[in-house]
């Protein structure tokens, strides 16, 4: 049995139905549990998978903001900006950045061969949320 996911990123968007197709798309996450609101429009909880790994998506709602943490539980585009990135280890990293900008994303950081041995690259989603994805490179002989 392994053990439980300990951390759970909690991501907050302006729009989490279309948030939740973008990481399909560009990043190949599957949806686990939609909750929408009364309104019938927003997402009170939502979980996607990648990679067996859960993140938590949910609509922003300005009407309860004080109640759930002020700018703690704003969107990026709220807070002109995130300082959080999450980091995927994937198979080919071109290949991840190609797929997302495809899907919308932009790409602040090209795929390129770090010194610390990845070949890594940076995005940011529709939503403000930033991603970065590496796969290692081969040992130098």
Same mark, same amino acid.
Request: aromatic share 10%; glycine share 8%; proline share 8%.
């Given at each position: 049995?392994?053990?439980?996911?300990?951390?759970?990123?909690?991501?907050?968007?302006?729009?989490?139905?279309? @948030?939740?197709?973008? $990481?399909?798309?560009?990043?190949?996450?599957?949806?686990?549990?939609?909750?929408?609101?009364?309104?019938?429009? !927003?997402?009170?909880? @939502?979980?996607?998978?990648?990679?067996?790994?859960?993140?938590?998506?949910?609509? $922003? =709602?300005?009407? $309860?903001? @004080?109640?759930?943490?002020?700018?703690?539980?704003?969107?990026?585009?709220?807070?002109?900006?995130?300082?959080?990135?999450?980091?995927?280890?994937?198979?080919?990293?071109?290949?991840?950045?190609?797929?997302?900008?495809?899907?919308?994303?932009?790409?602040?950081?090209?795929?390129?061969?770090? =010194?610390?041995?990845? !070949? $890594?690259? !940076?995005?940011?989603?529709? =939503?403000?949320?930033?991603?970065?994805?590496?796969?290692?490179?081969?040992?130098?002989?």
């Amino acid at each position: 049995m392994t053990a439980p996911q300990t951390v759970i990123p909690h991501l907050v968007v302006s729009d989490a139905g279309a @948030a939740i197709e973008f $990481y399909k798309q560009a990043l190949g996450a599957s949806e686990a549990v939609r909750m929408p609101a009364e309104d019938g429009k !927003r997402l009170l909880h @939502a979980e996607i998978q990648i990679d067996g790994a859960r993140i938590f998506v949910v609509d $922003y =709602f300005p009407e $309860y903001r @004080a109640q759930h943490g002020g700018e703690a539980y704003m969107p990026p585009n709220e807070l002109k900006g995130t300082a959080v990135t999450m980091h995927l280890e994937v198979t080919d990293c071109d290949a991840a950045v190609a797929r997302a900008k495809a899907a919308g994303a932009i790409v602040p950081m090209e795929p390129w061969d770090a =010194f610390w041995g990845a !070949r $890594y690259a !940076r995005i940011v989603d529709p =939503f403000g949320h930033s991603w970065s994805f590496a796969h290692p490179l081969p040992a130098a002989s």
